[in-house]
């Protein structure tokens, strides 16, 4: 059984820096698309980033303009998203997702596992 468990959420002021960490278990994470997803009250989900199978691509959702890294390690089996210079706008639940990969990344029905979220709040 696949799991995802996120890691790493908060509360930090407009400026500050947070790394949301994503373990995955029950699967072979190097075989793995990886993406991360944020979802405010009232919004849609919405793609951050995501990571090929090995690392060798990233992509990023047009906000995060530098902000933000996704990285990977193997070993660890495990996903980070490091998040600086954060904004009120970023404040969300954030979604760790693992799927086959294909397709467009920032979409949530291309990804079949789910982690439960954890909450990032930016205050200004």
């Known amino acids: 059984q696949v799991q995802l468990v996120e890691s790493g959420g908060g509360s930090v002021q407009a400026g500050g820096s947070l790394r949301l960490s994503c373990a995955a278990s029950g699967v072979m994470f190097s075989s793995l698309f990886m993406g991360w997803f944020r979802q405010a009250p009232g919004k849609e989900r919405e793609g951050v980033a995501a990571i090929s199978r090995g690392g060798y691509d990233t992509y990023y959702g047009d906000f995060v303009k530098g902000r933000f890294t996704i990285s990977q390690d193997i070993a660890k089996n495990t996903v980070y998203l490091q998040m600086n210079n954060l904004k009120p706008d970023d404040t969300a639940m954030y979604y760790c997702?693992?799927?086959?990969?294909?397709?467009?990344?920032?979409?949530?029905?291309?990804?079949?596992?789910w982690g439960q979220g954890t909450q990032v709040t930016v205050s200004s």
């Open positions: 997702a693992a799927g086959s990969g294909g397709g467009v990344w920032g979409l949530p029905e291309k990804y079949k596992y």
